[in-house]
Structure formats: structure tokens, C-alpha cells
T-cell receptor, first 109, second 116 residues
Framework: ELKVEQNPLFLSMQEGKNYTIYCNYS?????LYWYRQDPGKSLESLFV?????AVKQEGRLMASLDTKARLSTLHITAAVHDLSATYFC?????????FGKGTHLIIQP | GAGVSQSPSNKVTEKGKDVELRCDPI?????LYWYRQSLGQGLEFLIY????????KSGLPSDRFSAERTGGSVSTLTIQRTQQEDSAVYLC??????????????FGNGTRLTVT
């Protein structure tokens, strides 16, 4: 059964701190996506990771992919309140897209 | 350029009524997806269209749900005899390539359906 598990599902942190969200998937894939969703809004694409060892960075967010471990991480550096949102990882493959349940991130001033 | 457009943005309907939700994908995008998101939950896959291929309907929860895509562009999701458990935000997304490609999905703002 295809599974995408995000950890943690809920995270409250203070501004200025660093943290990592983990995404494990059960079936081999060479594509992993990260999306952001603000409350009441739709999903916005953040990163597309296409190969083992891929690392992409945008501002305070950095995503990586280890296809051998079936693991992707989303690292937050020196968090700011504006990054409060729900973050979804999505495993992609010819067999379709599988969404994680999302990590609800709250960053407190 | 224009993004994925969904209408209506909000729909309140009585139990037992039929509803139609519309999605206008980004021009040139061959793949179109419908998802459902309940309050505070993740996304539930409903249906996927890719070009002229037969749609993947494996996510439709019951035969009350159907969708079509006309001319490879606009899609309509129809829910017949709505039930209260159908209340959710229905999200449409499109992409340049299908699930075999590597392009991200572009999501619309969704239709919030409330069945009373």
C-alpha cells in the first residue's frame, strides 16, 4: 500500500529557531513535491525534487531528497511568523500522486 | 498569467440536491485533477484526466460523484443527491504533464461546499 507519512503533524515553534519536517514514503519514487497551504487558501508549490540527493532552497526553506531511504526533509532556518502554514509532501510516480496528511506549523513571535 | 479558476467559490445546498462545480485549468495544461479536503484534513484524490485518455476515477467515493472534461479543457464535477458528509472544499489542479511527468500541480482556490 502506498503511504506517505509526515512527521510531525503539528509543530509549534518560536521565531528564530530551526526545525525539520520529515516525509517518509513507502514505495520507490524519483519525484517528491512540497506544497504550502495557508488557512483558507489553496496549495502553492514550493519545491520539486527529481533525483537522489537533490537539494533545493528558497529563502528560509530547504528541501532534500534521499530516494534510497525514501525520505525527504523540509528544513526551516531561523523561522519567522510568515512561515506559519500547513506543509504537504507529495510522492509522485507513474502510478500517481500520493499526498501526506500535512504538517501544521505555527511559528510564534 | 491566469491560474486555475474554480466556480463557484462557495456553494450552500440542501441535502438531496445536485450540485455542479466548475474548473478552468491553465491553458495548455493536459492534466487535470480533482481533490476533496475536509476541514483540517489532507487531500483526498477524486479523479484525474490526462489528455484524451480515459480518466482515472478510482478516487470517486460513490456513484453519486461524476466528472467530465470537455474539449480537454474545462471540467465539471457533479455530485448528485448531496449528503452532509459531502461538505468539504473541492480543489481542482492542473499541470503541464500527467503523473508520469515532473511538473508541479497548480491548484485553484477551491469551492467550499456546504450541505445543510
Amino acid at each position: 500500500e502506498l503511504k506517505v507519512e509526515q512527521n510531525p503533524l503539528f509543530l509549534s515553534m518560536q521565531e528564530g529557531k530551526n526545525y525539520t519536517i520529515y516525509c517518509n514514503y513507502s514505495t520507490t519514487s524519483d519525484r517528491l513535491y512540497w506544497y504550502r497551504q495557508d488557512p483558507g487558501k489553496s496549495l502553492e508549490s514550493l519545491f520539486v525534487l527529481l533525483s537522489n540527493g537533490a537539494v533545493k532552497q528558497e529563502g528560509r526553506l530547504m528541501a532534500s531528497l534521499d530516494t534510497k531511504a525514501r525520505l525527504s526533509t523540509l528544513h526551516i532556518t531561523a523561522a519567522v511568523h510568515d512561515l506559519s502554514a500547513t506543509y504537504f509532501c507529495v510522492r509522485g510516480g507513474a502510478d500517481g500522486l500520493t499526498f501526506g496528511k500535512g504538517t501544521h506549523l505555527i511559528i510564534q513571535p | 498569467g491566469a491560474g486555475v479558476s474554480q466556480s463557484p467559490s462557495n456553494k450552500v445546498t440542501e441535502k438531496g440536491k445536485d450540485v455542479e462545480l466548475r474548473c478552468d485549468p491553465i491553458s495548455g495544461h493536459t492534466a487535470l485533477y480533482w481533490y476533496r479536503q475536509s476541514l483540517g484534513q489532507g487531500l483526498e484524490f477524486l479523479i484525474y484526466f490526462q489528455g484524451n485518455s480515459a480518466p482515472d476515477k478510482s478516487g470517486l467515493p460513490s456513484d453519486r460523484f461524476s466528472a467530465e472534461r470537455t474539449g480537454g479543457s474545462v471540467s465539471t464535477l457533479t455530485i448528485q443527491r448531496t449528503q452532509q458528509e459531502d461538505s468539504a472544499v473541492y480543489l481542482c489542479a492542473s499541470s503541464l504533464a500527467g503523473t508520469g511527468g515532473a511538473t508541479p500541480l497548480h491548484f485553484g482556490n477551491g469551492t467550499r461546499l456546504t450541505v445543510t
